[in-house]
Antibody, heavy 119, light 108 residues
Framework: QLQLQESGPRLVKSAETLSLTCSVSGDSIRSNADHWGWIRQPPGKGLEWIASISYSGHTSYNASLKTRVSIFVDTSKNQFSLEVTATTAADTALYYC???????????WGQGILVTVSS | EIVMTQSPATLSVSPGERATLSCRASQSAANNLAWYQQKPGQTPRLLIYGASTRATGIPGRFSGSGSGTEFTLTISGLQSEDFAVYYCQQYHDWPLLTFGGGTKVDIK
C-alpha cells in the first residue's frame, strides 16, 4: 500500500524559507508515469495546488506561487521536496503531499503537516 | 487558468435524501474533472475522476456527471458519514491543476 509522509519544520519565521519533504513508501517514486505533488490548505479554507514533479524532474507550478516555489525529487531516497521562499503569514497552512495519478488527479495523500509562519 | 466555481457553498440535507453538488468551469474542461471528499480533521479522499468514474472502494451512492463547463456530484441516500466538504478539481489544463472552493454538506 502506497504511503506518503510529510516532514519538516512546523514553525517558520516570516521572510524565511519553508522547506518540506515527502517520504514515499510502498512503491518506487519512479516506478511509473505518475507525478508527485504538493497541495496546501489554510486553516478553515479550501485546497490549493502548489506544484507537481515527475520522477524525471519535469516540474509544474501554480502561477500565483511560481516565483517563490521550487519542487525537487530525490529518487535515491524515494522522496520529493518543496521550498517556499519569502514566506508571509498567508503561507500558514496544512501542507499535503500526494501522488498525482498520471499527473492529473490526487489519489494518495499524506496526512498533512501544519506549518505556521510567524513574525 | 481554468477557474472552478462550486455551488452552493453549504448544502443542508436530511439523512437518506439526495444531495446534488455543482461545479462550473470558466472554460471547457472536457471530462477532465475529479471530486474529493474531506471530513473534518481528515485528509481529502478521491471519489471520482474522469467526471464519472468512481475511484477504488467508493460506494455506488456517489455518482458524477457532466462535461465541458458543468459538472455534478450526486450523493444518493445520504448517510451520516457523508457529511463533509466536497471539492472538484480540473486537470484539463494540465499540467496546471485547480480546485473549486468546496461545498459543505451538513445535516438538515
Amino acid at each position: 500500500q502506497l504511503q506518503l509522509q510529510e516532514s519538516g519544520p512546523r514553525l517558520v519565521k516570516s521572510a524565511e524559507t519553508l522547506s518540506l519533504t515527502c517520504s514515499v513508501s510502498g512503491d518506487s517514486i519512479r516506478s511509473n508515469a505518475d507525478h508527485w505533488g504538493w497541495i496546501r490548505q489554510p486553516p478553515g479554507k479550501g485546497l490549493e495546488w502548489i506544484a507537481s514533479i515527475s520522477y524525471s524532474g519535469h516540474t509544474s507550478y501554480n502561477a500565483s506561487l511560481k516565483t517563490r516555489v521550487s519542487i525537487f525529487v530525490d529518487t535515491s531516497k524515494n522522496q520529493f521536496s518543496l521550498e517556499v521562499t519569502a514566506t508571509t503569514a498567508a503561507d500558514t497552512a496544512l501542507y499535503y503531499c500526494a501522488r498525482v495519478n498520471a499527473g492529473y488527479f490526487f489519489d494518495y495523500w499524506g496526512q498533512g503537516i501544519l506549518v505556521t509562519v510567524s513574525s | 487558468e481554468i477557474v472552478m466555481t462550486q455551488s452552493p457553498a453549504t448544502l443542508s440535507v436530511s439523512p437518506g435524501e439526495r444531495a446534488t453538488l455543482s461545479c462550473r468551469a470558466s472554460q471547457s474542461a472536457a471530462n477532465n474533472l475529479a471530486w474529493y471528499q474531506q471530513k473534518p480533521g481528515q485528509t481529502p479522499r478521491l471519489l471520482i475522476y474522469g467526471a464519472s468514474t468512481r475511484a477504488t472502494g467508493i460506494p455506488g451512492r456517489f455518482s458524477g456527471s457532466g462535461s465541458g463547463t458543468e459538472f455534478t456530484l450526486t450523493i444518493s441516500g445520504l448517510q451520516s458519514e457523508d457529511f463533509a466538504v466536497y471539492y472538484c478539481q480540473q486537470y484539463h489544463d494540465w499540467p496546471l491543476l485547480t480546485f473549486g472552493g468546496g461545498t459543505k454538506v451538513d445535516i438538515k
